[in-house]
């Protein structure tokens, strides 16, 4: 559907014009009325209409006057002519005006009918012939300007030309980059063209699969100013997986510069929260990170504090442990790919450690491969980090649940009803599914006690009762576990401070 603006000075010629036949019938509506020709360049400027009908004689400005001042700036608009009588002087001044018709009122029906007809099918032509130049015109600048950004400008040819055609010369340049999701460029385009090129702030264009805009001045309060900075990344965000401001630069001759910290931004967006527009800020943030030699790192330094951390259910000092891990590797100036497998093998070799230790704590190898493909999709390093964290944290609650909520009261209970037995720790370790020197590091981080110590105390309470019933020594020694009746003698006094046979004597 094409739009209309009728300009005329006679209410009725307005309004009858917009009543005069069915205008969608034939691909046009009327947008707008004016009512001389100043009115009429305002709401052309204001709406752009493919056709005007224009009155010739009208006050303020006549329509011939207004038909010349909107062709000087604009070659595709349409005109029809209105008159009240012939005149061939204005008639002279529309022709050359190049205008599609001359209606003398009252209008004939059947004449602007077939006006219509014709300029309907001139118009859908020149559309697309118009299309068609500018989707030649911006595919010809964006190569120039990806050429601008890759390549030497010594070395390519037509520089000063291309920048002149394309309305690039003498201006300061900045470049925003935006790194897309799969399928996402060509809607980010979009976006970008409206919100920079149809204002003429900047200029859309990609670059090795990377949505830019050529900005034509220092755009770096977009990062700083909420309301502007929220309105882009709203508009774009849920496309996009990054986005860069390069540093601003004087002339478009810096474009290679500020394009390159660009670049360098989005390659490190993984350092960083998502979100948000990476700057030249975040840019002297990787300067200062990376100022430490990328030495070799000691994971296995790292590997065995978290096993440790994980040994004695510490929660605080496993996320201390990775949190610091992540931060090494970030000021070596890993690449995402390398931090993401250091972390899949601290958390596979943490894992079958706890594994071959603890068989009962519930993980199997398609869990950890679970795992790493989790690990391979996550886009920053701070979600890494809470990822990685979370399924250690996961396995720690698994173990301190499972313990002390029912194996370690278990355990105990076994101690009581049993301590008269022949007891040891790796017997018990079998029972309970664990490796014995595991279970015994657990057993004290639970009860305070080394196995053999709580045993003991259990022992010796168990043989008090037995004394002060008045047993002799040696009995005592044989009901409560101890074969050795002096390893009993020296148990008791290490633990009450006198003999069994003083303690019977004193109780009994």
């Known amino acids: 559907m094409f739009n209309v603006l009728i300009v005329d000075d006679e209410p009725m010629i307005r309004e009858g014009l917009k009543t005069l036949i069915n205008w969608e019938e034939y691909g046009f509506r009327i947008i707008a009325l004016a009512r001389n020709g100043k009115e009429g360049y305002e709401e052309y400027c204001r709406c752009k209409p493919d056709l005007m009908i224009v009155d010739i004689r009208m006050p303020e400005m006549d329509g011939i006057s207004l038909i010349e001042l909107i062709r000087a700036e604009d070659n595709d608009i349409s005109f029809i002519v209105l008159s009240g009588y012939s005149d061939f002087a204005y008639a002279k001044r529309a022709i050359k005006a190049k205008t599609a018709g001359y209606l003398l009122k009252p209008i004939d029906e059947e004449e602007l009918i077939q006006y219509l007809i014709d300029l309907r099918q001139n118009i859908e032509e020149r559309k697309q012939w118009s299309s068609l130049i500018q989707a030649e015109y911006c595919h010809e600048r964006d190569e120039f300007l990806a050429s601008l950004c890759l390549n030497d400008f010594k070395e390519m040819a037509n520089v000063q030309e291309n920048l002149h055609k394309f309305e690039l010369e003498d201006s300061g340049c900045q470049i925003l980059l935006i790194q897309c999701y799969e399928n996402g460029q060509k809607k980010i385009k979009s976006e970008l063209v409206s919100f920079f090129e149809d204002c003429k702030k900047g200029v859309v264009f990609t670059i090795n699969g990377y949505a830019a805009v050529y900005l034509r001045s220092d755009y770096s309060f977009i990062s700083r100013t909420d309301m ?75 590997l065995n504090r978290l096993y440790y951390a994980i040994d004695v259910v510490n929660i605080d000092t496993c996320r201390t442990v990775i949190d610091e891990l992540g931060r090494e590797m970030m000021h070596r100036d890993f690449s995402e790919q390398q931090i993401k497998k ?167």
Do not use: W
């Open 228 to 302: 502007i900075k929220q309105k882009l990344m709203k508009q774009i965000h849920p496309f996009c997986k990054s986005i860069a401001l390069g540093e601003f630069m004087p002339s478009v001759y810096g474009i290679q510069a500020s394009y390159q910290t660009a670049l360098t931004l989005i390659k490190h967006q993984f350092y960083f929260e998502k979100g948000q527009i990476l700057t030249k800020s975040h840019r002297k943030e990787l300067d200062s990170a990376h100022g430490i030699l990328k030495e070799e790192l000691l994971l296995d330094e790292y």
């Open 342 to 508: 250091q972390f899949i093998y601290i958390y596979t070799h943490t894992m079958n450690k706890l594994l071959q230790l603890n068989s009962s704590i519930g993980l199997d190898s398609m869990k950890v491969n679970d795992c790493a493909t989790d690990i391979y999709k996550i886009e920053t390093m701070s979600d890494l980090i809470e990822y990685i964290f979370q399924q250690f944290e996961s396995i720690i609650k698994r173990i301190d649940n499972g313990l002390t909520g029912t194996q370690m009261k278990k355990m105990i209970d076994l101690i009581h009803k049993n301590y008269n037995q022949n007891l040891r720790l790796e017997s018990l370790a079998g029972v309970f599914n664990y490796n014995s020197a595991y279970l015994g590091k657990l057993f004290k981080n639970y009860t305070g006690e080394y196995f053999n110590t709580y045993l003991d105390k259990v022992r010796i309470e168990n043989g008090k009762i037995l004394l002060q019933k008045g047993l002799k020594v040696y009995e005592v020694a044989e009901k409560i576990g101890y074969a050795d009746v002096d390893y009993f003698h020296r148990k008791f006094k290490k633990y009450e401070g006198i003999s069994p046979s003083a303690y019977r004597n004193h109780t009994g």
